[in-house]
C-alpha cells in the first residue's frame, strides 16, 4: 500500500457546456412552474452565435423557450460577443416534440403487472451510483469541493467586479495525495483557467486570481511547498464560451457528481424531468448514501440502483461501504431497503422532485450543495439508521 492521487475539476456557469446545461434546466423549471407534472426532455447546443434546443416535452402549458435561453445567456454575462456571445444578438433555434407514446406507455405504468396497483415507472433502463464520504462537512470528496468552490469563486469576483476584467468561461482543477488509508494529506497542484479581457497583463492576473480566488478558498495547511498552481497556463484565455468551443447539455457528468471518486452510471442529469431516474435515481441514491455516512455506519459508501423502463422498483439495490462498515454488510444492506423507498414514485414524492429547482443544480455540482434546500441532502434519516444498526449489533451478541 502507498501514497495515491485524486484529481477532480470543475467549470464556471459561463463555460460553453455548463450554460447548455443552464438552459436546459432552465427550460425543465419553466415547465414544472406551470405544470409539475410535465414530461421533458430537452437538450441544448451553443456554437458561435447560435443556441440549438432540442427535445421532447409533453405538457398542458406552453414555455416560451427561447426567452429563458436569452434570459440565462444575460445571467451567465454572455452580454457581448467579445466575451464569446450576446444574448440579444445570437439566434436562437428551437425542435420540440412530444414524448414518445412508447415511452410514455412505461412511466404511466400501463405495462405492469396485472394485479397490482398502478404507479410510475422508470423513464429508461439503467445503473445510478450516489456516493458520500467523510472527508469534509457536506460529505463530498475534498477534491471535488474545492475545484467547485474555486470556480464558484471565479464567478464570484466577476459578477461583485472585485476582479471586473474576468469573462465567463473559466475551470478549475484540483489533485490532492491521498494515504493508503484514504486520508487527503496536501494538495499537489491546482489549476486555474480564466477567460479575461485583452487588456490584463499575465503578471497582474496571476497575482489577482491567486490573492482573491485561490488563496480565499484553499486553506493553506493543504498546500505545501511542493504544490503547484498554475494560472492560466497557456498564458492567454481571451477567447472562450460559444466563440471558442461547442456546447453540449450533459457533457460534465463527473463534474455533476462526485469528481471520479464515485462511479457515474452514465446518463446526465440537466434538463430530464424526475421520472428520468438518470437523474431521480441519482440522488436518492445519493441520499442514501449520504446518510449512511452521516449515521457513523460507515467512513465512506457507494449506493448503486438498477432499473428496467416502464417497471416502478428497481432490479437492484447494492450497498458498497469499501470496507469501512461499522456493522455487518448483509445487516446494512438490508437496514437501507428497508429504511429507504427506491421506487419511482416514491423517489419522487421523497426528494420533493416536482417542484422547480433544477436551473440551480446545473453549475458547480448536483451534491453537496446544503445551502440550496436539495431534499436529497438531508440527513433526516440518519437517527433512525442507527437505531436499526443497534438492533443489529445487538442481535450479533444474543
Excluded at 112 to 121: A, E
Excluded at 336 to 352: A, N, P, T
Aim: aromatic letters at 8%; hydrophobic letters at 35%; one cysteine or more.
Amino acid at each position: 500500500m502507498c501514497d495515491y492521487l485524486v484529481t477532480s475539476e470543475s467549470v464556471t456557469e459561463g463555460h460553453p457546456d455548463k450554460v447548455c446545461d443552464q438552459i436546459s434546466d432552465g427550460i425543465l423549471d419553466a415547465y414544472l412552474t406551470k405544470d409539475p407534472n410535465a414530461r421533458v426532455a430537452v437538450e441544448t447546443m451553443v456554437s458561435p452565435g447560435v443556441v440549438m434546443i432540442a427535445g421532447e416535452v409533453t405538457s398542458s402549458e406552453k414555455v416560451d423557450v427561447e426567452d429563458v435561453a436569452r434570459r440565462i445567456l444575460q445571467s451567465v454575462g454572455y452580454t457581448d460577443e467579445k466575451k464569446g456571445m450576446d444574448y440579444r444578438t445570437c439566434m436562437v433555434l428551437t425542435n420540440l416534440n412530444a414524448q414518445s407514446a412508447d415511452i410514455a406507455r412505461g412511466v404511466d405504468g400501463e405495462n405492469q403487472p396485472v394485479g397490482t396497483s398502478t404507479s410510475l415507472g422508470a423513464g429508461d433502463q439503467g445503473i445510478m451510483y450516489g456516493y458520500a464520504c467523510n472527508e469534509t462537512r457536506s460529505y463530498m470528496p475534498l477534491t471535488a469541493e474545492l475545484a467547485h468552490k474555486l470556480a464558484k469563486r471565479l464567478a464570484d469576483v466577476r459578477h461583485q467586479e472585485l476582479l471586473p476584467w474576468l469573462y465567463p468561461d473559466g475551470k478549475t482543477q484540483v489533485t490532492m495525495r491521498y494515504s493508503p488509508e484514504g486520508k487527503p494529506l496536501e494538495i499537489t497542484s491546482i489549476i486555474v483557467s480564466a477567460q479575461h479581457d485583452d487588456g490584463i497583463e499575465y503578471d497582474y492576473l496571476r497575482d489577482a486570481i491567486l490573492n482573491e480566488v485561490i488563496h480565499s478558498v484553499v486553506d493553506s495547511g493543504l498546500i505545501s511547498y511542493h504544490t503547484k498552481i498554475h494560472i492560466n497556463p497557456t498564458g492567454r484565455f481571451v477567447t472562450g464560451g460559444p466563440a471558442a468551443d461547442v456546447g453540449l447539455t450533459g457533457r460534465k457528468i463527473m463534474v455533476d457528481t462526485y469528481g471520479g471518486m464515485g462511479r457515474h452510471g452514465g446518463g446526465a442529469f440537466s434538463g430530464k424531468d424526475p421520472t428520468k431516474v438518470d437523474r431521480s435515481a441519482a440522488y436518492m441514491a445519493r441520499y442514501a448514501a449520504k446518510n449512511i455516512v452521516a449515521a457513523g455506519l460507515a467512513e465512506r459508501c457507494e449506493v448503486s440502483l438498477a432499473y428496467a423502463i416502464g417497471l416502478p422498483e428497481p432490479e437492484a439495490v447494492t450497498v458498497n461501504p469499501f470496507g469501512t462498515q461499522r456493522i455487518p454488510l448483509n445487516d446494512l444492506n438490508r437496514i437501507v431497503k428497508e429504511e429507504f423507498s427506491f421506487s419511482v414514485s416514491q423517489i419522487l414524492e421523497q426528494l420533493q422532485l416536482r417542484r422547480p429547482q433544477f436551473l440551480k443544480t446545473a453549475a458547480y455540482g448536483h451534491f453537496g450543495r446544503e445551502d440550496q434546500g436539495f431534499q436529497w441532502e438531508k440527513t433526516d434519516r440518519t437517527e433512525s439508521l442507527r437505531k436499526k444498526a443497534v438492533t443489529c449489533i445487538s442481535n450479533i451478541f444474543i
